[in-house]
């Protein structure tokens, strides 16, 4: 393996690992939303689903403190420029997840 196949291969497996656990993440918190309606805990504002969902870190080039992008209007051409990032503790739970995985997956 050469060092730009790996590199790549290991910004491949980052990027899956944020993907599924992000997911992830929104999969469990939407489940334990809908629990804390049932058990009536609070809705969708009890501590498990916000744990699960409410990120820990954000980071956007936008407008506002919503993931947003900049929209720049030419009457003809109308671009939009942006960028996002949420991490919560699911993300960083498949991003970890991957790295094992790739270790593991290797060529031999």
Known sequence: ???NNSFGRLVLFVVLGLVFGGILGESLGLLFGELGVIMNAGGYDNIVH??????????????????AP???DLYMIKIALGIGLKLNVMSLVGLVTSLYIMKWSGER
């Open 70 to 72: 900049i929209v720049i």
């Open 50 to 67: 916000n744990f699960f969902v409410a990120p820990f870190w954000a980071f956007n080039i936008g407008t506002g403190t919503d993931i």
């Open 1 to 3: 393996m050469t060092r």
